[in-house]
Structures are given as structure tokens and as C-alpha cells.
T-cell receptor
Framework: GAGVSQSPSNKVTEKGKDVELRCDPI?????LYWYRQSLGQGLEFLIYFQGNSAPDKSGLPSDRFSAERTGGSVSTLTIQRTQQEDSAVYLCASSPPWQQETQYFGPGTRLLVL | LAKTTQPISMDSYEGQEVNITCSHNNIATNDYITWYQQFPSQGPRFIIQGYKTKVTNEVASLFIPADRKSSTLSLPRVSLSDTAVYYCLVGDPLNSGNTPLVFGKGTRLSVIA
């Protein structure tokens, strides 16, 4: 079946511009995660959605970062006024109900801020 | 949320067995242990999951002692293609609350010819 998809796969933007990253989780998965990974670094948790509960935003690095999940499915991560240090791979993952340990990852969006 | 500790990096020659140990001293009764593998430029992928004793699949084995305060991922006869970062994750799969499961820095395994 279809896995987690993300778009765009690559994004180059200028400092100060806003960007939107999209994630389509696996159908039926109730949990959705956003992570960030800088070159050579481990995964950095950003935000977590679980069903209709309020999202856990504790990992968002600044108020320039926001995310929403519409209809319990597609999610959009928005970065406003991008900075060069925002350059990284942004990974989205989803997990099925009652299997929160098993996260299925998308291919990621590679963001480069010039 | 149980915190995990893994070695930052490991080196191995091709054909050898590699064991990566993860410490999780404050693991809770309902927590499971899950390992992920991440190749360069790809997202992490699920390898194996277990609760106690030993679990084996086509990719790896997972050994969990009785006290469950640690676990060891065993990769038999590694090849160059096993070069990746391996993440240990501990949490309760039945937790439908608002606690996310997050990854640590993982163990960077380098397999040498």
C-alpha cells in the first residue's frame, strides 16, 4: 500500500521567505509526527498530532514554526521568515492506532535556505 | 517517557556480528522497545520491536534481559549496506495520550570492507 508521502522533495528558498511543507500520512494512521534532521545529526522532534487531541508543539524551535493537520489526515508544516539555520531535512512520520512505537517515515523534504 | 542511551558510533568489518546496546533504566511496565535504521538521505525505517526475552526477524535479533533496563540489537554478518544510524526507542504502544515518542541521536554504524 501507499506509504507516507511528502512534498516537495526539495525546496530552495531565500532567507526571509515563508515555506510550506506537506505530509500525507498512511490512511488510517491516527498519529503524525514532524522531525527535523540537520546534516550528520540525529532526529529532532518538532511536533506531534494524535487524533483529535491538541498537538504537542514542545519541539518547535521558535514561533516561526507552526503546523496543522486538517481532517485528521494531511499535515502542513509552515516556516515563516526562514533563516539559514532552518536548512535541514524535514521528516514526517505516521503511526497506526495502538502502535505508536511503529512510525512509518516519509522520504523527507530537503530545505535549503540561501 | 523512558530516556535511552546508546553509543554514538561503532565500527565493524564485513561479515562480523554487530551488537548495539541501548540503556533504558527507567523503562515502564507497559513500554516496548523498538529499533529503527536510517540510511543516509532517507527517513528512518522500523527494524524490530520487542517487550522481553528475544525477538528475531529476517533483519535482526533483539535481546532483552529480564530487568528490561537495556536491550541489544544484533545484526548478523553485517555488510557494507548495513552502514546506517540505528535508533533505540522505548515507549508504550498503547498510550493513546499526548506523549510523543522521540528519537535520541542514535548509533552510527560504519561497516568496513
Amino acid at each position: 500500500g501507499a506509504g507516507v508521502s511528502q512534498s516537495p522533495s526539495n525546496k530552495v528558498t531565500e532567507k526571509g521567505k515563508d515555506v510550506e511543507l506537506r505530509c500525507d500520512p498512511i490512511s488510517g494512521h491516527t498519529a503524525l509526527y514532524w522531525y527535523r534532521q540537520s546534516l550528520g545529526q540525529g532526529l529532532e522532534f518538532l511536533i506531534y498530532f494524535q487524533g483529535n487531541s491538541a498537538p504537542d508543539k514542545s519541539g518547535l524551535p521558535s514561533d516561526r514554526f507552526s503546523a496543522e493537520r486538517t481532517g485528521g489526515s494531511v499535515s502542513t508544516l509552515t516556516i515563516q521568515r526562514t533563516q539559514q539555520e532552518d536548512s535541514a531535512v524535514y521528516l514526517c512520520a505516521s503511526s497506526p492506532p495502538w502502535q505508536q512505537e511503529t512510525q512509518y517515515f516519509g522520504p523527507g523534504t530537503r530545505l535549503l535556505v540561501l | 517517557l523512558a530516556k535511552t542511551t546508546q553509543p554514538i558510533s561503532m565500527d565493524s568489518y564485513e561479515g562480523q556480528e554487530v551488537n548495539i546496546t541501548c540503556s533504558h533504566n527507567n523503562i515502564a511496565t507497559n513500554d516496548y522497545i523498538t529499533w529503527y535504521q536510517q540510511f543516509p538521505s532517507q527517513g528512518p525505517r522500523f527494524i524490530i520491536q520487542g517487550y522481553k526475552t528475544k525477538v528475531t526477524n529476517e533483519v535482526a535479533s533483539l535481546f532483552i534481559p529480564a530487568d528490561r533496563k537495556s536491550s541489544t540489537l544484533s545484526l548478523p554478518r553485517v555488510s557494507l549496506s548495513d552502514t546506517a544510524v540505528y535508533y533505540c526507542l522505548v515507549g508504550d504502544p498503547l498510550n493513546s495520550g499526548n506523549t510523543p515518542l522521540v528519537f535520541g541521536k542514535g548509533t552510527r554504524l560504519s561497516v568496513i570492507a
